[in-house]
């Protein structure tokens, strides 16, 4: 009996006959919601960037307070208003954008580094370093993750010896944050690159790379590396969506991105004590952080689909304590209510 | 089974003693410590003050020494004295804990309720309409910030429609019966809609996993009815992962939704965290750093020891 076919075909007990039409119209609708993603997405970095010349049309600039007009009505000189303090609400979106699409890009590419260096030497050196480094991050992944992240969030850098002028920084606070989330953000990519190397190590080309007398290095960058590159990016993808909610969450408690940067988060921090006089204002960053980390997931959902078509069903877990994690791409823990 | 469970427990408080100390480490480094709070309050403070003070509360001492005492004291149930509200830290635990409880007791059982059913709906067919528009609700549920479906909830059925209060628990206007579950309606449904959406998705995803075995297929060989394969045989495979994921969920009923109950001003321990870290009241937020960190591992371990009850085949080792 051959594998059942992805699709209605298998799962059904009397399939209607999938005409190839169906199928391709099905992977084409499915892809089409990643295209659309990535469209948003590209949209939203290009708007984003175009901060400065949107600021010199309309005469103003992000941080300009003006008291004279708070809570004003969207009109000609700022189309969709101002906020509490009279600045202009569109620039602040768009301001914000590049620091959430920053943060959230940045944070889960250093997490992935950290994940696949740690995944990798766990994977290819084996015996106690592999079961010291999975210990490890299986006691990462069973912590209460925003308890921890508001408290590292909130510890004072300048009792760590950093010097008082870097702390005031403007873009301390941008770096401060990517650090935190990428400290805790590696373990999925970690387990997920050391599975992979554990099964490559013993495949027949990596055996002939270390006969040819290969060191570990080479071996690790030309063979391994290149082969768990799909499921890396592909976790990366779908972190960055939580990467951006986790930041939008901190930066609204007050603990990330600090004013007068604008982020989308932190746009919202005071949003409850002007929802009676400006509801608008409340409206609109949540609004884009929604379509970012809707769009972020469908373009990882549809990545998955199209690079690794087996895998969207893989999240039955194997046995025991190393599986407490069961989805395999998705952090099933609740991290952000 | 007795000696695995004895293994995990002991490395359960391994993990604590561990985690106690960093966050001991990390906690102390917040800004505002005792004595700077009184150099602030008080400029005609000396420095001979200072040390004085110093040497009264024990700062003078080495860190490690400072950490050892503090878990001393813990384990004898000694958290301190929480400087924010000025209790002992285990009275005010206490009610934070049964106010999350209710709270995330409720959300959970709501959010299972409709995760369940749908993520089974959405399995039983992959990749149909009904499949597709469960999936497309389920991503929407993940992707939306709960801080800001918890404001909009206040924007539309408190501010606008007056329908809901915007928060508390209305203990205050002795509220109860009906008049003390209006409080709770946002939060739980905020909450839920925040969980909901990976449910479904997990739901789903095992749901698929299992009905694609050859089991499965011997089943309906055998002429078992779809309901029947699906009830008798997909079911109870598919809902192990399930198990799992409410273990690793089982935390979050003590610690708590600390976004949620701080935008609903709902007295739990998540808020109870949040103030704490804010507020510098290093001894109230060791202890609930603490807490929620042993719920969670507990989570863990309920996790596995379910998973082994469900499937004999798990191998604990």
């Given at each position: 009996m051959t594998q059942p076919r992805k699709g209605s075909a298998g799962a059904h007990p009397r399939p209607k006959s999938a005409s190839p039409w169906r199928l391709?119209?099905?992977?084409?609708?499915?892809?089409?919601?990643?295209?659309?993603?990535?469209?948003?997405?590209?949209?939203?970095?290009?708007?984003?960037?175009?901060?400065?010349?949107?600021?010199?049309?309309?005469?103003?600039?992000?941080?300009?307070?003006?008291?004279?007009?708070r809570y004003g009505p969207p009109g000609p000189g700022h189309p969709l208003g101002t906020d509490e303090l009279g600045r202009d609400v569109l620039l602040r979106?768009?301001?914000?954008?590049?620091?959430?699409?920053?943060?959230?890009?940045?944070?889960?590419?250093?997490?992935a580094v950290i994940g696949t260096i740690i995944g990798v030497i766990a994977g290819f050196r084996g015996g106690w370093i592999d079961s010291f480094l999975m210990r490890f991050t299986d006691g990462v992944i069973s912590l209460p993750l925003l308890p921890l992240l508001i408290v590292l969030a909130a510890i004072d850098p300048g009792k760590l010896g950093i010097p008082r002028d870097i702390i005031n920084g403007e873009s301390f606070s941008l770096y401060r944050i990517i650090l935190i989330i990428a400290l805790?953000?590696?373990?999925?990519?970690?387990?997920?690159?050391?599975?992979?190397?554990?099964?490559?190590?013993?495949?027949?080309?990596?055996?002939?790379?270390?006969?040819?007398?290969?060191?570990?290095?080479?071996?690790?960058?030309?063979?391994?590396?290149?082969?768990?590159?799909?499921?890396?990016?592909?976790?990366?993808?779908?972190?960055?969506?939580?990467?951006?909610?986790?930041?939008?969450?901190?930066?609204?408690?007050?603990?990330?991105?600090?004013?007068?940067?604008?982020?989308?988060?932190?746009?919202?921090?005071?949003?409850?004590?002007?929802?009676?006089?400006?509801?608008?204002?409340?409206?609109?960053?949540?609004?884009?952080?929604?379509?970012?980390?809707?769009?972020?997931?469908?373009?990882?959902?549809?990545?998955?689909?199209?690079?690794?078509?087996?895998?969207?069903?893989?999240?039955m877990p194997e046995t025991g304590q190393n599986d407490t994690q069961a989805a395999q791409w998705n952090d099933p823990r609740e991290t952000t209510s | 089974m007795r000696r695995f469970i004895f293994n995990r427990l002991w490395q359960t408080a391994l993990v604590m003693v561990l985690v106690s100390f960093g966050a001991y480490v990390l906690i102390g480094l917040m800004p505002g410590?005792?004595?700077?709070?009184?150099?602030?309050?008080?400029?005609?403070?000396t420095s001979a003050d200072v040390a004085r003070l110093k040497g009264l509360y024990g700062l003078d001492q080495p860190l490690m020494l400072r950490w050892l005492h503090w878990l001393w004291a813990a384990i004898n149930?000694?958290?301190?004295?929480?400087?924010?509200?000025?209790?002992?830290?285990?009275?005010?635990?206490?009610?934070?804990?049964?106010?999350?409880?209710?709270?995330?007791?409720?959300?959970?059982?709501?959010?299972?309720a409709i995760a369940l059913p749908a993520g089974i709906y959405a399995a039983l067919k992959p990749q149909s309409f009904r499949d597709y528009a469960?999936?497309?609700?389920?991503?929407?549920?993940?992707?939306?910030?709960?801080?800001?479906?918890?404001?909009?909830?206040?924007?539309?059925?408190?501010?606008?429609?007056?329908?809901?209060?915007?928060?508390?628990?209305?203990?205050?206007?002795?509220?109860?019966?009906?008049?003390?579950?209006?409080?709770?309606?946002?939060?739980?449904?905020?909450?839920?809609?925040?969980?909901?959406?990976?449910?479904?998705?997990?739901?789903?995803?095992?749901?698929?996993?299992?009905?694609?075995?050859d089991f499965i297929r011997t089943a309906r060989a055998k002429g078992l009815s779809e309901r029947g394969v699906v009830i008798r045989h997909a079911l109870r495979n598919g809902m192990m992962p399930v198990v799992t994921l409410l273990g690793l969920e089982f935390g979050s009923l003590f610690?708590?939704?600390?976004?949620?109950?701080?935008?609903?001003?709902?007295?739990?321990?998540?808020?109870?965290?949040?103030?704490?870290?804010?507020?510098?009241?290093?001894?109230?937020?060791?202890?609930?750093?603490?807490l929620a960190t042993l719920v969670t591992l507990i989570g863990n371990l309920l996790a596995d020891i379910g998973y082994k009850l469900l499937d004999p085949r798990v191998k604990l080792s």
């Open positions: 391709a119209a099905q992977r084409l609708s499915r892809h089409k919601l990643a295209w659309v993603s990535l469209l948003i997405l590209v949209l939203f970095a290009v708007a984003s960037l175009c901060a400065p010349v949107v600021a010199h049309f309309l005469g103003t600039d992000a941080q300009a307070v003006d008291l004279f007009s979106l768009l301001y914000g954008g590049q620091v959430s699409l920053m943060v959230g890009v940045s944070s889960a590419l250093c997490a805790f953000g590696w373990t999925t990519v970690a387990r997920l690159v050391r599975a992979a190397t554990l099964a490559l190590r013993e495949r027949e080309f990596v055996m002939a790379a270390r006969a040819l007398g290969g060191g570990p290095v080479r071996i690790v960058m030309r063979h391994i590396l290149p082969n768990v590159i799909t499921p890396i990016i592909i976790a990366t993808t779908l972190a960055v969506g939580n990467v951006i909610l986790m930041e939008s969450v901190l930066s609204f408690l007050g603990l990330g991105i600090q004013p007068p940067v604008p982020s989308w988060g932190n746009m919202l921090t005071h949003a409850q004590e002007f929802i009676w006089d400006a509801p608008l204002l409340a409206l609109w960053p949540g609004l884009l952080i929604f379509i970012t980390v809707i769009a972020v997931n469908f373009l990882g959902d549809g990545l998955q689909d199209a690079l690794d078509p087996r895998a969207d069903t893989d999240t | 410590d005792p004595i700077d709070l009184m150099i602030t309050a008080n400029p005609a403070i149930g000694d958290f301190g004295y929480s400087r924010l509200f000025t209790q002992p830290v285990t009275t005010l635990i206490g009610p934070a804990l049964v106010n999350s409880l209710k709270l995330m007791l409720a959300s959970w059982a709501l959010s299972l469960i999936n497309l609700a389920a991503f929407a549920g993940v992707s939306i910030p709960p801080f800001w479906l918890g404001l909009v909830a206040i924007l539309v059925f408190a501010v606008t429609l007056h329908w809901l209060p915007a928060g508390g628990t209305g203990q205050l206007d002795n509220a109860s019966g009906w008049g003390g579950l209006r409080y709770m309606i946002l939060p739980v449904a905020t909450l839920t809609i925040a969980s909901v959406g990976s449910h479904i998705r997990f739901v789903r995803g095992s749901m698929i996993e299992v009905m694609r075995q610690s708590g939704a600390l976004i949620t109950e701080t935008l609903f001003s709902w007295p739990g321990m998540g808020r109870l965290i949040y103030n704490a870290v804010i507020g510098s009241d290093y001894n109230l937020a060791m202890a609930g750093l603490m």
